[in-house]
Every structure is written in structure tokens, then in C-alpha cells.
């Protein structure tokens, strides 16, 4: 055919068109299925007409293009193509999506040569950009595959193939209309023997896409934690202690952190600021080191703000309005509010040497980055604790902790890996290292601060999702995939917390009102 006989035209598809389309579908998709039912494309038709997408010759259907709004979220991340089909092969079309899904561009193959999958593909990233879309994903067949598969596995012909040293006829046309691939999917359309089963997944990205307003409201599914492995070291005054602390803070921001986390009584080095014969009075020295607590609070609220990150305090020695002493974990949110979170349980040595009481509540916190709970060390061996905070829906379990030894780290490492599988929550452990004789009440550390999943397999063998060095000062981050909880909560291999014979037991936090003089009686 010569290109003067030829009189193209961009339309939308309409149901008049379904004859041409089966025909057209049937020749070139003889090998999976052939063509759509015709209550399918009437359907995608009604629900999302402007991503159906035609080219017509003289009135012959020559070339279609297919397309479904989805949610990023969901089908940015390993899916398979059943999971776009529902009851009776009708679409999936999410009114709602914030992305497009290339479902299938055909072209008639008298009529290859010419182009018209780039035109389709233009019109599909000009229609996402005036729908103010966020991307374009697409699962991309690789139908050459199965000549290379008894010598390649699938990256390795997908590296192949974007080094442009095996020719595919789908895989080769996305990556030239700028299409990346973002991974790799398994089993996406089994009955594709050509690719045995493999997908790629690929994205186009709208770089004009503005989101709404609104957006800034929704929870967030990626979070990104930074925490510090403290280094006890003598400091010469406050502000040099603050410095060490805004120096890190700064840090963990540049990396786009939405949290930055430190250890238990991470401060307690100021008690060095007494002369060694004050610091023999253990009472006292607890009491000279809570006299910081408000400044440090201060700054630390300004950091979170200027920094703009969140950041859990470690904890602090406050006193509190009865004149007692407590171990008190604090939440700077970067909007500049302040919550707090008492330790609970006073280990021995604490009772013993520094009359520290424990608090009397516990509550989980709304973030900008999801909702968070902290457990102060010797709180997380205590499994009732964790699962309270599960019921009220907690996403990520802070713990930060100061150990002596490595059997006490421990027993505090291996209840965090507990709480994060029985309460299918993640949970970040942040300790601190160093010896300092020369400073009563304060002589050795041993700490390796982890990040922990729940036991599944959308999380990491071992369910470690990051860890430090033993005894070594540095910083460590992880992002944690929020929507993975919810899947794992609904779908996992097990589902503790849906599973719990609550016919059997109970869990219920008792009110301690009475003691702050509250009559129950009202």
C-alpha cells in the first residue's frame, strides 16, 4: 500500500466498531484468547470512552488502542492481568485512578511500517497529561522470549533487549515511546507460552502531573525512617550535645527522612557536667540531668520544624507535677506539636538507684507518616502493651533502648521481632553504643539497632529490614511500605491479628481517671 492511498484518522472507539475490533483482535491475539466479548468493550466504552482510542483508513478499523483508569498504588507494584478483569470479563475501571493501564495496541498487519502504535501511544500520554494523570503503566508481553529461555532467564533478556542486542517486537516499541521497566512479573498471563508466563511492568510518568489538594491529606504508604546509633560521649557543655543532635537531625533530612529516631535517655552524658563527687548521689545526678529536659525539648520541637522532619526524642528524665521522677519518650511532630509516651514498666535498676516511676498511659499518635506507637525498652517485653497499640491500629512500633550487655539487648531485640510478626506492624530499635568511665551512672552500652517486618513473604526473609553495626555510631534508614501491612493483615500466610479467639480472651486497658482526682460517677 502507498502512503497516497492512505487517509488516516484519530478517533475514539465506538460499539459500532466491535465487528472490525473481534476481527482485528482474533488475528492478533490467535495465541491467548482472541478477541474481547462485546458486553467487555461496550463496557470500557461507557466507563472511560476517551481511553479508547481508534485509527481508521477510509472507514477500516486499522488500529486500537485499549486503556483502564487504575490506582497507582495498586498496579504500580506486582499484580497479575486477572487482576484487571472482573465478573463476566468485564474491566476494572477505577473512576477514581490516578493512573492509566495500557491494556492492549493493536495494529492491522497490513499496516505495520507505518507508525501507528507511536500515534496510539501519543494519544495515550497526551490524554494522561489532560487528565492530569499521574503515569501510564502497561504489563508488556516479551513474545520472543521463549527462544532465549533455555539460555536467559528473564532479565536477562530484558537486559538483552534494552541493550538493543535481541530485537522484541512489544518490549523493543515501549522502550523506544520512553517507557521504563520497573520490575519484572510473574505469572502476569500464565497462558502466554511465547513469554512463558513473564511480564514486564512498565511506567510512563506524567511530569505535569499536579495532584489535588486533597492529596495532602490522604495516609501516606511510603515512610521513610532514619534513626541514630548514639554514641555516649562526654560533652563539655548543653549546646555541644545539642550540636552532635541538630548535626545528625540535619542528616537524616537530607536523606528525606520522615522520621529521625534516637535512643533512651540518649542526654544521660550531661550528668558528667557535675563535678565526679556530686555525681556519686545517683538521686541527685538523675534530678541534675532532668533539669535539661525542657530545653532540650525546645530545641528539638525547633529542629523537627526547621528540619522539617519527625522526630522521637529518644527519651528524657522529667519531673513530673507530683515531684517524680519518669522516663518519658517524646514525639516532635515538624508541624511543631509535642506529644508524649511514659515508660511504663521501671526496670530494677531504675527503682532501685533512681526512684523513677512509671507512667499511666498509653496511646498511639497520628503522624503526617502514619500512626505510630513507642515503647520505651523494658515496655516491649511486655507482649499486652504491643497488641493494645495493634488495636487501636498501629502502623509503626518505636523502641528506643539503652542495654549494658548483650543478653540484655537481646531479650529486647527478640520481643521487638515478636511484636512486629504478632501485631503484623513494623518496629524500629534504637539503641546507643560507647563506655564512658569517667561518668558515674553511666559506663557501658551494647546496642544494634534494627528495623523489623512482619514474617511474610512481601518482607525480607528474615523479616530484618535493616540493622547497624554492633557498638558502632552511625546512621541507618529503611522504608516501610505501609500498604503491605494492610495486605499481609487481610491476605497474609498467617493473620494473627484477625485470627485471635476473642471468644476466648480479651484485652482491655484499665481507667486510672481516680487517680487524678476524677469522679467516675459523672
Not at 548543653?238 to 548535626?247: D, K, N
Not at 534516637?262 to 557535675?274: D, I, V
Not at 507482649?383 to 487501636?392: N, V
Request: aromatic share 10%; proline share 4%.
Amino acid at each position: 500500500m502507498s502512503l497516497e492511498e492512505l487517509h488516516l484518522n484519530l478517533r475514539n472507539l465506538t460499539s459500532d466498531d466491535y465487528d472490525q475490533l473481534k476481527a482485528l483482535m482474533d488475528a492478533v491475539y490467535h495465541d491467548i484468547g482472541g478477541a474481547w466479548p462485546k458486553l467487555t468493550i461496550d463496557k470500557l466504552i461507557q466507563e472511560f470512552p476517551d481511553g479508547q482510542i481508534a485509527i481508521e483508513d477510509d472507514g477500516k478499523l486499522v488500529g486500537v488502542a485499549l486503556t483502564v483508569q487504575v490506582d497507582y498504588d495498586e498496579f504500580s507494584n506486582p499484580h497479575k492481568y486477572d487482576d484487571l478483569i472482573g465478573h463476566r470479563e468485564i474491566i476494572r475501571n477505577d473512576q477514581d485512578g490516578d493512573a492509566m493501564y495500557g491494556l492492549d495496541v493493536l495494529i492491522h498487519p497490513d499496516y505495520r511500517g507505518y507508525r501507528l502504535g507511536r500515534r496510539l501511544y501519543e494519544a495515550r500520554k497526551e490524554l494522561c497529561r489532560s487528565h492530569n494523570l499521574r503515569a501510564i503503566l502497561a504489563g508488556g508481553r516479551i513474545p520472543e522470549y521463549h527462544q532465549h529461555a533455555s539460555e536467559l532467564s528473564p532479565a536477562q533478556y530484558i537486559d538483552k533487549v534494552s541493550r538493543k542486542e535481541i530485537y522484541d517486537p512489544i518490549l523493543s516499541f515501549q522502550l523506544a515511546n520512553d517507557f521504563q521497566v520497573k520490575r519484572l512479573l510473574r505469572k502476569y498471563l500464565p497462558e502466554d507460552e511465547q513469554s512463558r508466563g513473564y511480564a514486564t511492568l512498565l511506567e510512563w510518568n506524567n511530569i505535569l502531573f499536579e495532584p489535588a489538594e486533597s492529596v495532602l491529606d490522604t495516609r501516606p504508604t511510603q515512610v521513610r525512617v532514619g534513626a541514630v546509633q548514639w554514641q555516649m560521649r562526654e560533652f563539655s557543655s548543653v549546646e555541644a550535645a545539642l550540636q552532635q543532635i541538630e548535626y545528625f537531625v540535619d542528616a537524616l533530612s537530607d536523606y528525606q527522612s520522615d522520621f529521625a529516631v534516637f535512643p533512651e535517655l540518649f542526654n544521660a552524658p550531661l550528668m558528667g557536667l557535675q563535678d565526679r563527687d556530686a555525681q556519686q548521689d545517683q538521686m541527685g545526678a538523675i534530678r541534675f540531668l532532668a533539669g535539661f529536659t525542657d530545653r532540650f525539648s525546645t530545641e528539638l520541637s525547633r529542629m523537627a520544624v526547621s528540619y522539617n522532619i519527625n522526630i522521637v526524642g529518644g527519651s528524657m528524665i522529667e519531673v513530673g507535677e507530683d515531684d517524680r521522677l519518669y522516663n518519658v519518650a517524646y514525639l516532635f511532630h515538624r508541624d511543631g506539636s509535642v506529644e508524649k509516651q511514659s515508660k511504663l514498666h521501671i526496670t530494677p535498676q531504675e527503682r532501685r538507684d533512681w526512684v523513677i516511676e512509671g507512667g499511666d498511659d498509653l496511646q498511639v499518635f497520628d503522624t503526617d507518616a502514619g500512626r505510630v506507637g513507642i515503647l520505651i525498652c523494658y515496655d516491649v517485653e511486655f507482649p499486652e502493651l504491643g497488641r493494645l497499640l495493634a488495636d487501636q491500629d498501629m502502623d509503626i512500633l518505636f523502641v528506643p533502648f539503652w542495654t549494658d550487655t548483650k543478653n540484655g539487648y537481646l531479650r529486647v531485640r527478640h520481643c521487638c521481632q515478636a511484636r512486629a510478626i504478632e501485631n503484623e506492624c513494623y518496629v524500629v530499635l534504637c539503641g546507643s553504643v560507647g563506655n564512658l568511665p569517667s561518668i558515674e551512672n553511666l559506663d557501658i552500652q551494647y546496642a544494634q539497632s534494627a528495623v523489623f517486618s512482619p514474617s511474610d513473604f512481601a518482607f525480607p526473609h528474615d523479616a530484618v529490614l535493616a540493622e547497624t553495626t554492633p557498638n558502632t555510631e552511625m546512621i541507618f534508614f529503611s522504608d516501610l511500605d505501609l500498604t503491605r501491612l494492610t495486605v499481609v493483615r487481610a491476605e497474609g500466610s498467617v493473620t494473627n491479628l484477625k485470627d485471635r479467639r476473642k471468644d476466648l480472651f480479651d484485652l482491655r486497658w484499665r481507667d486510672w481517671s481516680w487517680k487524678s482526682g476524677a469522679n467516675l460517677d459523672d
